[in-house]
């Protein structure tokens, strides 16, 4: 009865959740799924594997971290077998088809997304945290011992065993909503068998299952996660941090792309630009150093910027690359010929060359609101 009370309530709390995110479109990265698979007890090696059963509700709490809860099930055996305690007929105990539940608590990782800019296709991740399972205990030491062996006779008090789970997942992202995966989980708490286990007091158990899962409203991802941010914190405006949201659930990152950079250009200009430039930024696309129409119109009003203000002054042109991607010797030579291409641009509208240095800074980390694409520019500035 207990076990009904409690798959319940999870299953009430899930679709409470899931309705709620549907009328405020307000939940996105909050994920339901399930899983089907086998599990098996291990004393010390595997016992024969029995039917499992999971779902949970959980949410990605950034591109790398996540949590979620879970309620988990039906059955489980305890073979007979050497190291286990008998019965009081001296029988080795067996144990087929054990109903029990446990209640898992997980911190999520994912290996994936820790080197994605937007939503990794294939995401293998890690969890791990607190377990409870809850049933029977089955058996108890006998009150009649035997010198040379363990007796054990039934046992039916009901009890709550606390330990810990960890395991490893690997999940295909058939939409930026559903998801097919694999799972593998550990744990270790006190045996649900009772006293008639040889691993009594640190039993461990393995699963494996088969998911889906289901993120209400779609992953966001990391370019929409970092709008968000840069929203809170007044860099973007509300609406193009919605614009790069809206695009991200439609895993379009070029689009989002031209939304920040529109956006951090809009920024950077309106504190910095007076009669002469003190700094401004030109961005690339990934891999490229080729500059486009829009570009070249910027650094020809920027060259004379410089010009009319007859400045003694040296701008220093750098360019930079975005260290997660590409080796360390093809960043550097990246961010000399972005370097390079907005320096010949700048002569070529009539910025004459000694006020000019050209410096190339290889790959670096996030330059502006922790965004890795905004690290693929060049910045013009006084020295």
């Given at each position: 009865?207990?076990?009904?009370f409690?798959?319940?309530?999870?299953?009430?709390?899930?679709?409470?959740?899931a309705?709620n995110?549907?009328?405020?479109?307000?939940?996105?990265?909050?994920?339901?799924?399930?899983g089907?698979?086998?599990?098996?007890?291990?004393?010390?090696?595997?016992n024969?594997?029995?039917?499992?059963?999971d779902?949970?509700?959980?949410?990605?709490l950034?591109?790398?971290?996540?949590?979620?809860?879970?309620?988990?099930?039906?059955?489980?055996?305890?073979?007979?077998?050497?190291?286990?305690?008998?019965?009081?007929?001296?029988?080795?105990?067996?144990?087929?088809?054990?109903?029990?539940?446990?209640?898992?608590?997980?911190?999520?990782?994912?290996?994936?997304?820790?080197?994605?800019?937007?939503?990794?296709?294939f995401?293998?991740?890690?969890?791990?945290?607190?377990?409870?399972?809850?049933?029977?205990?089955?058996?108890?030491?006998?009150?009649?011992?035997?010198?040379?062996?363990?007796?054990?006779?039934p046992?039916?008090?009901?009890?709550?065993?606390a330990?810990?789970?960890?395991?490893l997942?690997?999940?295909?992202?058939?939409?930026?909503?559903?998801?097919?995966?694999?799972?593998?989980?550990?744990g270790?708490?006190?045996?649900?068998?009772?006293?008639?286990?040889?691993?009594?007091?640190?039993?461990?158990?393995?699963?494996?299952?088969?998911?889906?899962?289901?993120?209400?409203?779609?992953?966001?991802?990391?370019?929409?996660?970092?709008?968000?941010?840069?929203?809170?914190?007044?860099?973007?405006?509300?609406?193009?941090?919605?614009?790069?949201?809206?695009?991200?659930?439609e895993?379009?990152?070029k689009?989002?792309?031209?939304?920040?950079?529109?956006?951090?250009?809009?920024?950077?200009?309106?504190?910095?630009?007076?009669?002469?430039?003190?700094?401004?930024?030109?961005?690339?696309?990934?891999?490229?150093?080729?500059?486009?129409?829009?570009?070249k119109?910027?650094?020809?009003?920027?060259a004379e910027?410089?010009?009319?203000?007859?400045?003694?002054?040296?701008?220093?042109?750098?360019?930079?690359?975005?260290?997660?991607?590409?080796?360390?010797?093809?960043?550097?030579?990246l961010s000399?010929?972005?370097?390079?291409?907005?320096?010949?641009?700048?002569?070529?509208?009539?910025?004459?060359?000694?006020?000019?240095?050209?410096?190339?800074?290889?790959?670096?980390?996030?330059?502006?609101?922790?965004?890795?694409?905004?690290?693929?520019?060049?910045?013009?500035?006084?020295?």
């Amino acid at each position: 009865m207990k076990l009904k009370f409690l798959a319940l309530t999870l299953a009430l709390a899930a679709s409470t959740v899931a309705a709620n995110a549907q009328e405020q479109k307000k939940c996105n990265d909050i994920f339901v799924g399930g899983g089907l698979g086998v599990i098996s007890s291990m004393t010390p090696n595997l016992n024969t594997p029995n039917f499992y059963m999971d779902v949970y509700v959980g949410k990605y709490l950034t591109p790398v971290w996540g949590v979620r809860a879970g309620l988990a099930g039906p059955l489980i055996n305890l073979d007979a077998r050497q190291g286990n305690a008998v019965d009081i007929n001296g029988n080795p105990v067996a144990y087929k088809n054990k109903k029990f539940g446990e209640l898992n608590l997980d911190a999520m990782f994912s290996i994936s997304n820790l080197f994605t800019d937007n939503l990794a296709r294939f995401n293998v991740y890690l969890f791990a945290g607190p377990t409870v399972n809850f049933s029977r205990t089955t058996s108890k030491f006998s009150d009649v011992q035997d010198a040379s062996v363990l007796l054990v006779e039934p046992d039916n008090s009901f009890k709550l065993r606390a330990g810990a789970t960890a395991g490893l997942g690997l999940a295909y992202n058939i939409t930026d909503a559903f998801a097919l995966g694999l799972e593998g989980r550990f744990g270790v708490t006190p045996s649900m068998f009772g006293d008639a286990d040889a691993y009594r007091k640190a039993a461990g158990t393995a699963r494996f299952t088969v998911n889906g899962i289901w993120t209400i409203g779609g992953q966001r991802g990391k370019i929409a996660r970092d709008a968000a941010a840069a929203a809170a914190a007044g860099y973007l405006s509300q609406e193009a941090a919605q614009a790069m949201v809206d695009e991200a659930l439609e895993n379009n990152p070029k689009i989002v792309e031209k939304v920040v950079e529109k956006e951090v250009v809009k920024y950077v200009d309106k504190i910095v630009y007076k009669d002469a430039p003190v700094s401004t930024p030109i961005f690339f696309q990934i891999g490229k150093a080729n500059i486009d129409s829009k570009d070249k119109a910027r650094i020809k009003l920027l060259a004379e910027a410089i010009n009319a203000a007859q400045e003694d002054c040296v701008y220093e042109v750098a360019g930079y690359a975005d260290k997660k991607t590409g080796s360390a010797k093809y960043n550097q030579q990246l961010s000399e010929k972005r370097a390079q291409a907005v320096y010949d641009l700048l002569v070529e509208n009539g910025v004459p060359a000694e006020k000019l240095e050209v410096k190339g800074y290889g790959g670096v980390d996030p330059m502006f609101f922790d965004t890795d694409m905004l690290s693929r520019c060049v910045i013009v500035r006084k020295k």
